[in-house]
């Protein structure tokens, strides 16, 4: 299987994702559930990568996905250079145990 569905189409992922990342990069931690944690592991890796390459075009490519420019700004200047000697798993998620409401198993992803 290439990715987890969520439950949702094609879209409504993307525009998830796209929000958990800003947020993801603006609090750099946040709390969710376990499935979407470990499907935003991934994508805030790409993420750090691309800001990791530093140029105009990754810069670019960031401004796609990531919803806010100071959050980019954020990742080029200052997230990005902390992970310079590092290849890779910039991303922990942390298990928390169920949600009070539904018992959904929940998640905390922090950068390492």
């Known amino acids: 299987m ?3 569905k969520l439950n949702r189409d094609s879209s409504a ?17 946040i709390e ?10 991934g994508l805030a890796d ?3 990568t691309l800001a990791k390459r ?10 796609a ?5 100071e959050i980019v700004k954020k990742l080029f200047e200052t997230i990005a250079p902390k992970y310079a000697d590092r290849q890779g ?7 928390t145990g ?3 409401g539904d018992a959904a198993p929940c998640a905390i992803v922090e950068l390492v």
């Open 2 to 4: 290439a990715y987890r």
């Open 13 to 29: 992922r993307k525009a998830l994702f796209r929000s958990m990342l800003t947020s993801f990069f603006q609090y750099e931690r």
């Open 32 to 41: 969710t559930t376990e499935a979407k944690a470990k499907e935003l592991r």
């Open 46 to 48: 790409q993420m750090v």
């Open 54 to 63: 530093g140029d105009l075009h990754a810069r670019r490519q960031a401004l």
């Open 65 to 69: 996905i990531i919803m806010d420019e």
């Open 89 to 95: 798993g910039y991303t922990r998620v942390i298990k």
């Open 98 to 100: 169920l949600r009070k």
